[in-house]
């Protein structure tokens, strides 16, 4: 019984089930930008915000744009892009297209692309949806870097 323990699939060297910690992992399609251990974990979903702690139900969800923190209080936060999360076994697995650390996030710039995306005419469906999609990240974004002060 213990041999077959250890070759479960669920088993693995990084998962914390037993420690009541999580192991966060972020991935993009360029690199694995964290990969590290916390007690709490707020993700941006598509219709909300979700909180973790150990012990969570197994699930998947959908990613909308905004703050991923790690940690209670001043933790890690990230700028997250949309994507997936998973949950299963104290580790939560998030696939997205981008992830920028808080502190990388300019507010002066993310400001002037606001600026120029609600002053910039869209001629047709596809360029609204592109400019809505834009302004909806770079506001994301913006709230991202405001509550990193």
């Given at each position: ?8 699939s669920?088993?693995?060297p990084?998962?914390t ?6 192991r ?10 964290l ?34 923190r ?8 990230y700028?997250?892009?949309g ?25 002066t710039?993310?400001g002037e ?12 469906d596809?360029?609204l ?13 913006l709230?991202v ?5």
């Open positions: 019984m213990a041999a077959h323990a250890e070759t479960s669920h088993s693995t990084h998962a089930g037993i420690s009541g910690e999580l966060v992992v972020v991935v993009t399609p360029e690199q694995t930008v990969d590290a251990t916390s007690d709490f974990v707020a993700l941006p979903l598509f219709d909300g915000e979700l909180g973790v702690a150990p012990g969570h139900a197994p699930m998947i969800g959908r990613l909308g744009y905004g703050e991923l790690i940690g209670h209080g001043e933790g890690q936060r700028y997250i892009d994507g997936f999360v998973q949950v299963v076994d104290n580790v939560v697995s998030v696939l997205t297209n981008r992830a920028i650390a808080a502190p990388k996030l300019d507010e710039k993310i692309t606001i600026s120029y995306l609600l002053t910039t005419p869209a001629a047709g596809d360029e949806n592109r400019r809505d999609r834009a302004l909806a990240q770079s506001r994301a974004q709230r870097a405001q509550h990193a002060k």
